[in-house]
């Protein structure tokens, strides 16, 4: 594209494109402030079983005994706050936050991090993602 054409269009579209910068800033700094860094399925095993961290599955009761994470800590996202002191040994252990889709995570892993959590991560795609790779579950409690 011809750069004068694109400049002629700034030009003329400035509230459009002053609109789509605002946007874009926007974007980045939600990204940013989503909690703590994401890691793949397999990245997570890697890190739990090689510094002696734990899967924390937020979901509910009825979707964790669906199906869950062997060894996994179990603690509602609405009960989190509450049930925070239960991790208290892995204060300088990797975390893994485990939701259904890999959403709700973000906001639990930053509840963790503001309360000093060092090293807390979400897991990519939640128990979706760990389903869909046809990692293995446990069904019961």
Known sequence: MNTSLL?????QQWVLFAALAVLIVMFVRHEMSRGAPALT?????GRVNSH???FLDIREAADYKKGHIADSVHIPNAKLAARMNELNAY???P???VCRMGQTAAGASKQLLDA???EVYKMKGGMMEWDA???PVVTKS
């Open 7 to 11: 400049l002629q269009f700034v030009g």
């Open 116 to 118: 000093g959590y060092s």
């Open 91 to 93: 204060k300088d252990k």
């Open 52 to 54: 002696d961290g734990i």
């Open 41 to 45: 399925p397999q990245q997570s095993i």
């Open 133 to 135: 790779l046809q990692l």
């Open 95 to 97: 975390i893994i936050v």
